[in-house]
């Protein structure tokens, strides 16, 4: 007897015989063909999801370390082919010339200082206080709010203080009640003073009428005027340097007066010559500041000698690399 038959038997005189429940459990595993393999088949869909999920994942990206500029120190530097003299510390980024202290001195360059951005033919850019000097050519300052500023040739920014006119003739005041210091600051206390930009002036002019030939004084004064902005007059302290000094000063006080001279190469000149035939450190700039001063003067020949001197004695270095772009310049010493 088939199971059909057994199962329509059994449901028609629903006696129960032994075999009953076996017989019930067949039925109800035929109904449901799909339970042999359900369990296996779940497992599988798991298994796949988590992989599929796994290759999905991207794997964490990591940024490289970031690379800071290097901060360059005092010096004869290139940038671009084109010399940057430093006096302090700035970093190179790119074509800009980032100031984080002193001056420097640019043909070309961009320079960003205070969150100021300034270009122009040729220009110098002071640090505490910030002042900018057109060497040559127009200089332009971008303000923080974008505003611009020009700065013609000869002039700096911000503009020199007029003279104040001299105070009305007052009835003499009588004589302070407190004696006056019987002596002036040791030159120790107004150096560290003229390093935080403190103006001491009136406490190296003391000294100095007490002493007129102190030349630790005379150098004070000229890095006071030239720290705020007054060429001509630390150009006059710096000769009576060059007057009254031991011969490491006078050294020191030549090169200094001359480098700031660029507009007066026939003074200029003398003082560089000085400073050569006695020798120092800064020979090779020395010489090439010489040669563009005879250049100034349409001394071609003379300056060719000079600057052909510092690209054999000083090869390699970025000094003899200025010198060779000069001698390059055929309008100024022809093909060559």
């Avoid at 370390?65 to 510390?89: K, N």
Wanted: hydrophobic fraction near 40%; aromatic fraction near 4%; charged fraction near 30%.
């Amino acid at each position: 007897m088939s199971l059909d038959e057994r199962l329509k038997d059994w449901a028609e005189t629903r006696q129960h015989t032994p075999d009953t429940p076996a017989l019930l459990a067949r039925h109800e595993q035929r109904k449901r063909p799909w339970a042999w393999f359900a369990a296996p088949a779940l497992t599988t869909a798991l298994v796949a999801a988590l992989v599929l999920v796994l290759v999905r994942t991207p794997a964490p990206t990591v940024d490289p370390p970031r690379v800071e500029p290097i901060a360059y120190t005092s010096g004869l530097h290139m940038l671009d082919g084109r010399p940057v003299e430093l006096e302090g510390r700035a970093r190179f980024d790119g074509g800009t010339v980032v100031l984080i202290e002193g001056e420097v001195t640019v043909e070309g360059h961009e320079v960003l200082v205070e969150g100021r951005r300034i270009t122009g033919d040729r220009f110098r850019v002071a640090l505490d206080p910030l002042r900018v000097f057109a060497l040559r050519g127009e200089v332009q300052i971008e303000d923080r709010d974008q505003a611009l500023r020009r700065v013609l040739e000869g002039q700096c920014f911000p503009p020199e203080p007029a003279a104040p006119e001299p105070p009305p003739v007052e009835e003499a005041a009588p004589p302070p009640t407190t004696p006056a210091a019987p002596h002036p600051p040791d030159l120790d206390t107004l150096r560290a003073a003229v390093l935080k930009g403190e103006d001491v002036r009136s406490d190296l002019q003391w000294r100095l009428r007490l002493n007129p030939d102190e030349s630790g004084s005379w150098t004070l004064m000229a890095q006071l005027e030239q720290k705020q902005g007054n060429p001509d007059a630390a150009i006059g302290a710096w000769l009576e340097v060059v007057r009254t000094g031991a011969p490491l000063e006078v050294q020191t006080a030549r090169f200094s007066a001359a480098r700031l001279m660029e507009h007066r190469p026939a003074e200029a000149e003398p003082l560089l010559r000085a400073y050569l035939k006695a020798s120092g450190p800064l020979e090779a700039e020395a010489r090439l500041r010489l040669g563009k001063a005879l250049v100034a003067q349409d001394r071609t020949d003379e300056a060719e000698i000079e600057l052909t001197r510092v690209v054999e004695d000083h090869a390699g270095t970025p000094t003899a690399q200025l010198a060779q772009s000069l001698l390059d310049q055929d309008e100024v010493f022809g093909p060559r």
